[in-house]
């Protein structure tokens, strides 16, 4: 058993081993699982999506083959990059993946160069394929989420609302075991995901009435944007620069970027 998770005073409480299952040697993870879920999620909107654009599929499908390991790359050199001092001494747990340690902001980003980098060899207008990532993203994200609630991490600091989260679990810090305890913590994890939901709840009615190519995606960075500083704010886990949480930096310029470009073209208009 991994982790035990309890909410709220009487409330369910969750025994969570990490592993589902395993084949042979070989052991399944339910976060991988869960992120898998949610990859299928977002393919499976994206096919629905593309019938009504210019899109090909075959320009879908290579996006995809091209994009899922290029997020996993970006999304585990930005763990590492801002979390360089538990690595810099042990330079092979880097691609130690089974021990954590991924941010989604890094898969986001990794994703976004692979789009633009593409579009522009292919000739295919920016606003088309990031308007479908705008609007399936969130769907993956709140499905995503949760493999941090089998993991019991992503909490954030202490408190006395009704529904409080107490979580305790081993950890496994550069391929050691140790045991930790967080007793009454925002669940986090659930503010994300449940954010994330409503946002691509909006979006996918929004899009029907977007004044050009691009504002879904747009929007989708105002609205993830906003709700990650907020969220961020409150976690005990978050990635430093300085003085500084990476994630609410991130956000706030992403944010900045999604409201500008609206700003300009809605002039335009």
């Known amino acids: 058993m991994d982790a035990v998770i309890s909410f709220g005073k009487g409330g369910p409480v969750f025994h969570i081993n990490r592993v589902a299952f395993s084949i042979g040697n070989i052991e399944v993870y339910w976060y991988g699982l869960i992120i898998g879920l949610a990859i299928l999620v977002g393919v499976c909107l994206a096919l629905a999506e593309i019938k009504k654009t210019e899109l090909s599929m075959d320009d879908f499908l290579n996006m995809f083959l091209i994009g899922v390991p290029v997020a996993i790359v970006c999304a585990r050199l930005y763990y590492v990059i801002f979390s360089w001092d538990m690595y810099k001494d042990n330079l092979w747990e880097i691609f130690n993946l089974r021990g954590g340690g991924i941010a989604i902001y890094g898969a986001l980003i990794g994703i976004f160069l692979m789009i633009i980098i593409y579009s522009r060899v292919k000739k295919i207008r920016l606003g088309v394929p990031f308007d479908i990532l705008g609007g399936i993203v969130p769907f993956c994200q709140a499905i995503g989420r949760w493999g941090n609630f089998v993991n019991g991490e992503a909490f954030g600091g202490q408190t006395n609302l009704p529904w409080a989260m107490t979580i305790e679990r081993e950890i ?10 967080a007793e009454n913590v925002h669940p986090t994890f659930l ?12 979006l996918w009615i929004y899009k029907k009435h977007k004044k050009f190519e691009g504002e879904v995606f747009c929007l989708y960075l105002i609205s993830y944007g906003i709700g990650r500083f907020l969220i ?11 003085p500084f949480r990476v994630s609410q930096l991130v956000a706030l310029v992403t944010a900045l970027v999604g409201i500008i470009i609206i700003y300009k073209n809605r002039k335009k208009i």
């Open 172 to 181: 496994y810090p550069l391929a050691e075991v140790a045991f930790v305890v």
């Open 191 to 202: 503010y994300e995901s449940l954010w994330n939901l409503l946002i691509g709840i909006f």
């Open 232 to 242: 961020e704010g409150l976690r005990t886990d978050s990635l430093y620069l300085g």
